[in-house]
C-alpha cells in the first residue's frame, strides 16, 4: 500500500477512500470485491491471510483500515447504514474515527472489527457474521 490509504477521512468522504482502495487493491490481485455480503468473506479470508507471518500490526495498519472501510461500505450499501464521524466519547470507545449509524439508531464499528480479526481471528470475529448480526437493517438496499 502506500500513503494515498494512510489516512482514514472523514464520514462524508468514506466512499471515494473505499472506491480507491478496492480499486487499487483489485489492480494487482484478482479479488471479488464487489460490495455484496458474500464479499465479507473474502475480507475474512485476507485478513487471515495478514495474521499467518504474524506481522506487527502497523505493518498491515493500511490494508485493515482499508479492509474495515471496505465492510463500512458494504454494510452502508446493503444494510442502510450511513457513515457517522464518532464524537470524542465514541473515538476513544471504539477506538476508532468513523463508524456506522443503522437505521435503528445503533452505532457500529466495522473498521474495528477487522482489526479485532487480526489481532484475535476466529469466528467470533468475522466481518461477514457481524453483518449477519446486525440489528436495525433496512429490508432495502441503499442505492449505490
Given amino acids: 500500500m502506500d500513503n494515498r490509504f494512510g489516512t482514514l477521512p472523514g464520514a462524508q468522504d468514506m466512499r471515494a477512500y473505499v472506491t480507491r482502495f478496492v480499486a487499487h487493491l483489485t489492480e494487482r490481485n484478482r479479488l471479488p470485491l464487489d460490495y455484496s455480503v458474500a464479499s465479507l468473506r473474502i475480507v475474512d479470508f485476507v485478513v487471515d491471510g495478514l495474521r499467518q507471518n504474524r506481522p506487527e500490526r502497523a505493518r498491515v495498519e493500511e490494508v485493515l483500515r482499508g479492509l474495515g472501510a471496505y465492510t463500512g461500505e458494504v454494510i452502508v450499501r446493503r444494510a442502510g447504514g450511513q457513515w457517522i464521524d464518532f464524537?470524542?466519547?465514541?473515538?476513544?470507545?471504539?477506538?476508532?474515527?468513523?463508524?456506522?449509524?443503522?437505521?435503528?439508531?445503533?452505532?457500529?464499528?466495522?473498521?474495528?472489527?477487522?482489526?479485532?480479526?487480526?489481532?484475535?481471528?476466529?469466528?467470533?470475529?468475522?466481518?461477514q457474521r457481524l453483518y449477519l448480526l446486525l440489528h436495525g437493517r433496512s429490508s432495502r438496499k441503499v442505492a449505490c
Fill in 87 to 127: 464524537d470524542a466519547g465514541q473515538r476513544e470507545f471504539f477506538g476508532q474515527p468513523t463508524g456506522i449509524r443503522m437505521p435503528d439508531g445503533r452505532a457500529w464499528n466495522p473498521l474495528g472489527k477487522v482489526v479485532n480479526r487480526f489481532e484475535v481471528g476466529g469466528p467470533e470475529e468475522s466481518v
